[in-house]
């Protein structure tokens, strides 16, 4: 089963990795991460652990674009 991925989620994850390659992530940044990660895994009754792995995957590795 696929994870869907909200679009606030992502922007929060994006944020986050700017932070952290720049070296600057806050506290704030990975608090507010973490705590939308566990919101959406409990609405979506997925596991908090899945929910994160996908959203790193797709913020940090996404797939490159296919040529049709």
């Known amino acids: 089963m696929a994870i869907e991925l909200s679009?606030?989620?992502i922007?929060?994850?994006e944020k986050a990795w700017a932070e952290?390659?720049?070296?600057?992530l806050t506290v704030e940044t990975a608090i507010a991460?973490?705590?939308?990660?566990t919101a959406h895994a409990e609405a979506t009754e997925q596991s908090r652990y899945d929910v994160e792995?996908?959203?790193?995957?797709h913020v940090r590795n996404p797939e490159p674009p296919t040529a049709d």
């Open 33 to 37: 991460v973490q705590a939308a990660v």
């Open 53 to 57: 792995m996908a959203l790193k995957k």
């Open 7 to 9: 679009d606030e989620l």
């Open 11 to 13: 922007k929060l994850e």
């Open 20 to 24: 952290i390659q720049a070296k600057e």
